[in-house]
């Protein structure tokens, strides 16, 4: 008798276990987190939907601005699809009047970029050549001009990135003409002293560029440590910080301050190479010049189209490519591309789509500034809009995949972030944003916490 009591004693325990809620276990498990020492001085919030029902499924938060990170990527990347359409190019015209190349940007962000096979430098170099050849221009003087004043804001770097970031390739700036990304390589040697020295086959940005190199070694598996800090004045950059020791040729990457200055270096090398520069005379405009003052429009040059775009802007986190996005919102509406315009957009759409408009309060694109304030709900209410549109499967299918889950991760200093889609063994359909703010510890170790958490979702 003893032995059927507590046969069926387990029985009710277990069948009790199993027909715990997801809410409770959310709860339990988000309780848990909570408690934990890492978070003690922190603010985290977690918001769960049910993707058919709408219902909510868990709530904690929900409505406190946090920082994002780059899961603000996902508010852009919508907005984009929704403003611009999933087949948007863009288009750099190229002309000549009186002897000089005439080039009218688009701030596409991915000219001169590796990623695409239609965006690769030489390519683009080809096209552009052949088109003058076609047009029977044989010899050009080396003069350019460029029409970008009358479209694009000056200002390139949104406001609230840090000095630590804009310097790094990361931490790039949009402009009219981008081109490779606004990034070069430096290649650095720890092998030899303590000082590292910066080697030969480095891809410095200009002629007349400098660095004052202050990097050291570090641990051998301490990992990327450097910094490379805009010049406050001349052209001298700086570089501070660590990477490990007995690298023989350890990559960093910095931002370009002025691409479109590159990208004419780059385009007069090619040019020279085809023996089609008359004059040695280097001169590069930045001016209007008026249809009426080109002798020959002479080619087209469109991007790769939007759903590709967003493809790489959320799979490898691309800040560029959000910060050209939200210019290009701007440029498209009022003919003015700026960061303050196309952020005014993307808050004003979401407002008519029903959110708060306080509940994006943002500054970029990217979610690279640490002033951002976004709310899981409306992360959530965003993710929500974009799965009943036509281009959802182009979206969705640009999402990375973290702990067997669609979702779009962040990370700033102290920030961790992840929001998106995850289907359950039982066929329920979740959609989440998850949101720490001011954590202490390491990051993997905070990761693997809220892994714990989303782990209940499965």
Not at 86 to 104: E, L, N, Q
Not at 203 to 217: A, K
Not at 332 to 344: P, R
Not at 421 to 431: K, P
Request: glycine letters at 8%.
């Amino acid at each position: 008798m003893k032995r059927l009591l507590f046969v069926a004693g387990y029985i009710v325990l277990v069948t009790g276990s199993f027909a715990q809620s997801v809410t409770q276990k959310l709860q339990k498990a988000f309780q848990q987190f909570e408690n934990d020492p890492q978070v003690k001085y922190a603010i985290s919030s977690l918001y769960v939907i049910n993707a058919k029902t709408g219902k909510v499924v868990f709530d904690k938060n929900s409505q406190i601005g946090l920082a994002p990170a780059s899961t603000q990527k996902i508010i852009t990347s919508v907005t984009a699809f929704e403003l611009l359409g999933k087949d948007y190019r863009y288009h750099t015209a190229m002309g000549y009047a009186g002897g000089c190349i005439y080039f009218r940007p688009s701030g596409d962000p991915t000219f001169g970029s590796w990623r695409f096979g239609s965006t690769q430098p030489e390519k683009i170099f080809k096209a552009l050549t052949d088109s003058l050849r076609k047009a029977g221009i044989t010899k050009i003087n080396d003069h350019f001009a460029i029409d970008d004043f009358p479209h694009f804001d000056e200002q390139i770097i949104p406001d609230g990135w840090i000095m630590q970031d804009i310097g790094n390739y990361y931490g790039a700036g949009s402009t009219a003409i981008n081109w490779k990304e606004n990034q070069y390589d430096l290649f650095l040697d720890s092998k030899s002293s303590r000082m590292v020295n910066i080697i030969s086959d480095s891809s410095y940005q200009l002629p007349g560029d400098s660095f004052i190199n202050r990097i050291s070694s570090g641990e051998e598996d301490s990992g990327d440590n450097a910094y490379i800090y805009l010049p406050m004045e001349g052209r001298d950059y700086l570089l501070k910080g660590t990477i490990p020791r007995n690298q023989k040729k350890f990559k960093i990457s910095g931002a370009i301050v002025k691409p479109e200055d590159y990208f004419i270096n780059d385009f007069r090398k090619f040019l020279k190479k085809e023996n089609l520069i008359a004059t040695d005379v280097r001169r590069t405009y930045h001016v209007k010049v008026s249809q009426r003052d080109i002798t020959h429009h002479i080619a087209w040059y469109s991007s790769p189209t939007l759903d590709s775009i967003i493809y790489w802007f959320l799979k490898k986190s691309i800040n560029l490519y959000g910060e050209a996005l939200v210019r290009t919102f701007a440029e498209e509406k009022f003919g003015y591309g700026s960061t303050d315009a196309g952020i005014q957009l993307t808050k004003h759409f979401w407002q008519q789509k029903g959110l708060d408009e306080n509940e994006l309060n943002i500054c970029d694109g990217s979610g690279l500034s640490p002033q951002n304030r976004v709310t899981t709900h409306a992360q959530v209410e965003i993710l929500k809009y974009a799965k009943t549109k036509d281009w959802f499967s182009y979206f969705y299918n640009s999402l990375p995949e973290y702990n067997g889950m669609k979702i779009k991760s962040g990370t700033i200093k102290d920030v961790k972030g992840y929001c998106g889609y995850h289907t359950a063994r039982d066929g329920t359909e979740y959609i989440f944003s998850f949101l720490v703010n001011n954590y202490n510890g390491s990051s993997s170790a905070l990761v693997n916490k809220m892994y714990k958490v989303l782990d209940v979702l499965k």
